[in-house]
């Protein structure tokens, strides 16, 4: 089935190739107020794909669901801008296809100075760092038209896997995963799950919610005076929060979660270097609702420095395939997936147009079924402004669930340092 042999770049990697199946699209969508020039951000996005030539690449499958990445083919896709509602994410204007290129630009006008701009890539070339690199120098091409500076454009070279960067620096595969505290036997019944067909393409939507500035400056500075860092402190406050929902006693819980290891990597890896550069840790606890946060924040971010130390977490993804995809021989079903991107960064706008929201959606182009058991839920974590943002995915209740985890957010912000 495949094709001509000059169009194939190479065959994705095990991190690359677990978003293939649904054509996932990881979106950052930004709120925008003031007034847009059209046809500057058109032409900011045509030099984003020259500056990034990797976006305008296809995706292909052959016959045993394998993807390849595919050089360019046919004109650009350009920006697409229309008018509707802004309050919320939707389907962009243009159809999304792997099979066509890898970003897409959507912009959303509500005749008001209010607008919303999404910028849609392939989760398999480009994970959260990736894509805010996308986004920032999307803006700042962008400011550079509106403010007549001449744009210069280097085109990158195309983004390698974070197994060619562990392959380059000598990373082998050791004998544990590091994913032992969630791994669970996968169910004799299990079969090969054909390519098949897709359904229509659906977007999901995090619900979520915000601390202000201010608490989320006290929750920084209590994890720099008590000894844990700051992804510590927010996994167990979610952890609490999850297990008082679901149990209200003690409920030992599992947690995944990825780190990326650009600047864990010698040389590190600049953030368009790299698709997917997030190695996975995992951890193990009895979680007591009623119990210290700090205590279990402590042991989360332990856990988490003995595995860097010990090299776990670098060469974590070379066992992807045993837990991911159809050669997979172990389950990781009803963990907590708590992905953390971290603090978002200001991006370059001209005068008079202000960014005053920041989200993060998925898309899938094609989805299908799966071919492996999902977490329990999954939490997504970030910072926007100096304002800490929780999301949530895959459950029923949110509303309920994220309440939970404000009141322990907050909690752990009026936390006196010296306790």
């Known amino acids: 089935m495949l094709r001509d042999e000059d169009e194939v770049v190479r065959v994705l990697a095990p991190s690359e190739q677990r978003f293939v199946r649904h054509g996932t699209y990881t979106g ?7 007034e847009l020039d059209v046809a500057a951000l058109k032409e900011a996005f045509a030099a984003l794909q020259l500056a990034f030539p990797v976006v305008l690449c296809r995706i292909e499958e052959d016959d045993a669901g394998a993807g390849y990445l595919l050089r360019p083919r046919g004109s650009p896709v350009g920006a697409s801008v229309t008018g509707g509602a802004v309050e919320t994410v939707g389907l962009p204007g243009t159809a999304v296809d792997p099979g066509t290129q890898l970003a897409y630009l959507d ?50 070279e195309y983004p390698q896997s974070l197994e060619w ?21 996968l169910p004799e019944t299990a079969a090969p799950v054909p390519v098949g067909d897709s359904a229509p393409s659906s977007l999901a939507r995090p619900n979520r919610i915000r601390l202000d500035e201010a608490a989320t400056a006290r929750i920084v500075a209590l994890g720099h005076r008590r000894g844990a860092s700051v992804n510590g402190l927010i996994t167990a406050a979610l952890l609490r929060a999850y297990a008082s929902e679901t149990s209200g006693a003690p409920v030992p819980l599992g947690g995944l979660y990825p780190v990326d290891m650009r600047s864990r990597l010698d040389p590190r890896v600049a953030p368009a270097e790299g698709t997917n550069m997030a190695g996975l840790a995992s951890f193990a606890a009895e979680v007591d609702p ?112 994220l309440a939970a985890v404000r009141k322990d957010l907050t909690a752990l912000s009026a936390m006196e340092f010296d306790k």
């Not at 392939?122 to 550079?144: K, M, N, P, Q």
């Open 165 to 185: 960067h562990a392959a380059r620096r000598g990373i082998v595969a050791g004998a544990v995963s590091g994913f032992e505290d969630v791994t669970k036997p």
């Open 28 to 34: 950052r969508s930004v709120s925008v107020a003031g």
């Open 107 to 156: 912009a959303v006008a509500s005749g008001a100075g209010r607008w919303r701009v999404t910028l849609f890539a392939h989760h398999s070339i480009a994970d959260a760092g990736h894509c805010v690199e996308l986004l920032s120098r999307f803006w700042g091409f962008y400011t550079d038209v509106v403010e007549s500076v001449p744009i210069t454009v280097v085109p990158q």
């Open 290 to 401: 009623s119990g210290s946060v700090l205590e279990l924040a402590q042991q989360i971010s332990a856990r988490l420095h003995a595995d860097l130390a010990s090299g776990v977490v670098q060469q974590s993804v070379l066992h992807f395939p045993d837990f991911y995809g159809p050669t997979r021989i172990h389950s990781l079903a009803g963990h907590v997936a708590i992905t953390n991107t971290g603090a978002v960064p200001r991006f370059r706008t001209p005068t008079g147009l202000t960014l005053t929201d920041y989200e993060i959606v998925y898309l899938s182009a094609h989805p299908r079924p799966s071919t492996g058991a999902s977490a329990a839920i999954t939490f997504l974590v970030y910072t926007f402004h100096g304002q800490l943002t929780v999301g949530l995915l895959g459950v029923a209740a949110a509303d309920r669930l």
